[in-house]
């Protein structure tokens, strides 16, 4: 919508398609979180594993990694959320990347 509104002025219809996009996104990521928690392993807990074990040391790579790695997670988590067994896989991508850790 930042695109579209550089040459034109932005439509109520973008704002409201804009807004539903939102409350979309935001409904589905509170599902997968619902579907992908477990008490061993919140949701929250796991993209925070995945983004401490994707730092390196340096700033600069460590904003990119981190950046790139907990968005893939969210993404594949969200196709996780569909398997019958989503909080053992999701336990399993998290464990993953957490024996794959960079190690200084």
Known sequence: MSVASIGNDVSIAMW???????????????????????ADLPYQRGLLIVGASLSCGWMFFDTLLVLLGVMLVQVISCFLALAPNAPLHY???????????LVQ
């Open 16 to 38: 409201g398609a804009a807004f539903v996009a939102t409350i979309a996104l935001i409904f589905t990521l509170i599902m997968v979180e619902r579907r992908c928690s477990t």
């Open 91 to 101: 336990h399993r991508l998290v464990l993953g990347f957490y024996r794959h850790r």
